[in-house]
């Protein structure tokens, strides 16, 4: 059974940069692409960055994504009240043959 | 405008169907693989099912696999997910999901919640 873990909740101050980790296995991070999404109150989530550190328009340069081996990270510089959300971690596993989801990460900004 | 309009979400008893829809509209609904994802009230998502633009690769989560049914009618720009069997934990808010280049999910309908309870 894989899983995608993620640390349930991060907090930051106004200004400052916060980084959300995603750790998985072989089969899933390592071998594919970890995209990340972002879910505000009572909304669907959304793309915030996918491939290579590409972000769908809409979303500055302050969200950033990145991975090495089977883990993964999302940076978010510059904190902004808006930022306040669920973000959530994905990759295909091939062994599973599934899209698989981290439990997911809140964020405050303090 | 990219659009996904899910519906046919409601209250059903433990052991009944349901079918959900999704209207998608705003792209050319052949080029794209879809999925179904869906999410518990507070919980994170839950990945569902998949289906490639021809219908020629189906592929379920174990929780719902045998139960549940993806299909598609590119004529009408429809995703359909049929849910036989249903369970308490099926309980959640289903959405209707394009997959760009078959790896991410682009674009979100709003959901539509299902409660499954006796």
């Known amino acids: 059974q894989s899983v995608v873990t993620q640390p349930p909740s991060a907090s930051g101050t106004l200004g400052q940069t916060v980084t959300i980790s995603c750790s998985g296995s072989?089969?899933?991070?390592?071998?594919?692409?970890v995209n990340w999404y972002q879910q505000l109150p009572g909304t669907a989530p959304r793309l915030l960055t996918y491939s290579k550190n590409q972000r769908p328009s809409g979303f500055p340069d302050r969200f950033s994504g990145s991975k090495s081996g089977t883990s993964a990270s999302l940076a978010i510089s510059g904190l902004q009240p808006d930022d306040e959300a669920d973000y959530y971690c994905a990759a295909w596993d091939d062994s599973l043959n599934a899209v698989i989801f981290g439990g997911g990460t809140k964020l405050t900004v303090l | 405008e990219v659009q996904l309009m899910e519906s046919g979400g409601g209250f059903v008893q433990p052991g009944r169907s349901l079918r959900l829809s999704c209207a998608a509209s705003g792209f050319t609904f052949d080029d794209f693989a879809m999925h179904w994802v869906r999410q518990s009230p507070g919980k994170g998502p839950e990945w569902v099912a998949r289906?490639?633009?021809?219908?020629?690769?189906?592929s379920y989560a174990d929780s719902v696999r045998g139960r549940f049914t993806i299909s598609r009618d590119n004529a009408r720009n429809s995703l359909y997910l049929q849910m036989n069997s249903l369970r308490p934990e099926d309980t959640a808010f289903y959405y209707c999901v394009r997959a760009y280049s078959g790896s991410y999910f682009d674009f979100w309908g709003r959901g539509t919640l299902v409660t499954v309870s006796s």
């Open positions: 289906i490639t633009w021809n219908s020629g690769t189906l």
């Open positions: 072989k089969s899933d991070i390592g071998s594919n692409t």
